[in-house]
């Protein structure tokens, strides 16, 4: 058996290493908040260690200390970036019941983060254009992000059509297609061309899909 | 009165001066060509006087010569592609009858170009990523460029409505913004995600958004 005190220091020990730990992951996280903001303004492909590690006015070498490397550091921002879609958009939809409600809530909250993005930029629509012809890891990652959430909103549209909240001849990918559109104008016209109640267009616009649908009433 | 031979060596010099400006506004157009080609792969910011005049094979101050600066290259460029866009879609549409016809030639180009995009990327889209949150003349042109074009669908969209092929209460602004988003989603799930079919989905979501607007039938 070991004797008290060892047990003791062996605790202790063990302590300083998680506290050390959650240092380090504490400034993990704090660096790609940063990071995060900036490639929300400069794009993914504008990060660098460096910049960060101005931004953050820690040393080069620090920020390497927790990211091997720019890619890894760029595909760390993607599951940060994805983490907050998911808290703001799918989780709160989630609270709602299945079915229509829960398509409208996903939509809703959609459209107002995207709104909420006019001045930030989305990551998922800048970071298309930055690596829709750049293949490797960042571009994997993200990619596979906004897969994820496409098939979530495919996955409502078909949970609402099972409730028969929808009519049951519903292509769910095709009204996915047309709600994502729906979205990306709203981005392009309010934050692009700064059109007046592009919020109100999408609004209206998604409306319409539901009624083609088979949605009839226009709140439940 | 002044003599012939006068007359003759004025017309000569006219003559070799008409011939400098033409292979000059040639050189001018080629330069416009090779950017063109560039800003579609590396984007509009991605253009500099060095990169084109490595490409084109020609000393820096002789793209200079020709653009007096960065910017006013990539405003020529974006007036290009205006013209090209303009020469692939609007002026096809016109040929078609006002109404209907048109509103879907103007549809259909617009789809066929940006398929033909997948691969080079649309400038428009591109543009609006890198230039949304960066004021100036070059985003002016960008977003003029733009906005003249999804004036011509608006118009298109209020002759069919004054043709009576689609319900007198259109609202025309909501109409382009659902299409607009159409295409947005085209581009970016075919050219991003590389999801099938997507071609299928914008000309069926065009047909539902007729339906929506009262055009009853599937041609015309």
Not at 66 to 82: A, D, K
Not at 105 to 127: K, N, P, Q, V
């Amino acid at each position: 058996m070991t004797d008290p005190q060892t047990l003791h220091d062996r605790h202790d020990k063990q302590l300083v290493r998680q506290r050390l730990l959650q240092k380090g992951q504490q400034t993990k996280a704090a660096i790609i908040d940063t990071a995060l903001g900036m490639a929300a303004q400069i794009g993914l492909e504008g990060l660098s260690i460096g910049a960060v590690a101005d931004a953050m006015q820690m040393s080069k070498s620090g920020v390497f200390a927790h990211f091997g490397s720019r890619e890894e550091l760029q595909i760390s921002v993607i599951r940060e970036y994805h983490q907050r879609f998911e808290q703001e958009i799918f989780f709160p939809a989630m609270e709602m019941p299945r079915g229509l409600p829960r398509l409208r809530a996903l939509f809703h909250c959609w459209m107002l983060r995207t709104s909420a993005e006019i001045d930030s930029g989305c990551l998922y629509i800048s970071g298309a254009v930055e690596f829709d012809d750049r293949p490797g890891p960042v571009r994997d990652a993200l990619a596979s992000s906004v897969k994820t959430w496409l098939t979530a909103l495919h996955r409502s549209v078909l949970q609402a059509r099972d409730e028969q909240h929808l009519s049951k001849d519903t292509d769910a990918t095709q009204m996915s297609f047309e709600i994502h559109g729906l979205i990306l104008a709203l981005h392009y016209e309010a934050r692009f061309l700064k059109t007046a109640k592009s919020l109100n267009r999408a609004k209206q616009g998604f409306e319409h899909i539901l009624q083609r649908y088979g949605a009839t009433t226009q709140k439940d």
